[in-house]
């Protein structure tokens, strides 16, 4: 059975006070991995899929690491306006859905 | 283009009433889905459409819920008779090609 663990729960960063969320996960047979933003009051906003360990992607102050346990969303000089949500989520070869987890609520502070 | 749209937005109603709620996915996409997210928790599968057929309704408590989706297109999520419990946020997603969902804004719902 699909499992997603998200670290922390929750994270208070002063503004560019760098840090990174963890999402470690357990599937058959990975078919890929997402991260998802969530604002307050709205719907999942897609931000990275990774496909296989070593995978890296980048979105301005976002970076999203891949192995074979576990996923990391690193934060460079965070931002007040990156207060949010953020979701882990896997796909399992064969499935077309997302099995998420529980998400780490960012606040960042000015 | 257009994202996906959700109606509607909020709703309260008493326990054992019905609810409907409404979706209208990004034009051309085939897969839609249904997610139940509880505060504090991630979004939660309940149904999936391919065109307008169900692909997994696997944890759709049928007892009370239902879905359809209309020529493959709008899709309605049911309750009746609605519990306490299934207040949540109802998200409506699609998906060109069964991968990457695109989340509607979700409908609030507060049963009393």
């Known amino acids: 059975e699909d499992q997603v663990t998200q670290s922390p729960e929750a994270l208070r960063l002063q503004e560019g006070e760098s840090s990174s969320l963890n999402c470690s996960y357990t599937?058959?047979?990975?078919?890929?991995l997402f991260w998802y933003r969530q604002d307050p009051g709205k719907g999942p906003e897609f931000l990275f899929t990774?496909?296989?360990a070593g995978e890296e992607k980048e979105k301005e102050r976002l970076k999203a690491t891949l192995t074979k346990k576990e996923s990391f969303l690193h934060i460079t000089a965070p931002k007040p306006e990156d207060s949010a949500t953020y979701l882990c989520?896997?796909?399992?070869?064969?499935?077309?859905?997302?099995?998420f987890g529980t998400g780490t609520r960012l606040t960042v502070i000015p | 283009e257009a994202g996906v749209a959700q109606s509607p937005r909020y709703k309260i109603i008493e326990k054992r009433q019905s609810v409907a709620f409404w979706c209208n996915p990004i034009?051309?996409?085939?897969?839609l889905y249904w997610y139940q997210q509880i505060l504090g928790q991630g979004p939660k599968l309940l149904i999936q459409?391919?065109?307008?057929?169900?692909?997994?309704d696997s944890q759709l408590p049928k007892d009370r819920f239902s879905a359809e989706r209309l020529k493959g297109v709008d899709s309605t999520l049911k309750i009746q008779p609605a519990k306490l419990e299934d207040s949540a946020v109802y998200l409506c997603?699609?998906?060109?090609?069964?991968?990457?969902?695109?989340f509607g804004p979700g409908t609030r719902l507060t049963v009393t």
């Open positions: 990774l496909y296989s």
């Open positions: 034009s051309g996409h085939a897969t």
């Open positions: 599937v058959s047979g990975l078919r890929g």
């Open positions: 459409f391919q065109n307008n057929g169900v692909v997994d």
């Open positions: 997603a699609s998906s060109l090609d069964g991968f990457r969902h695109y």
């Open positions: 989520a896997v796909q399992h070869t064969g499935a077309n859905n997302l099995f």
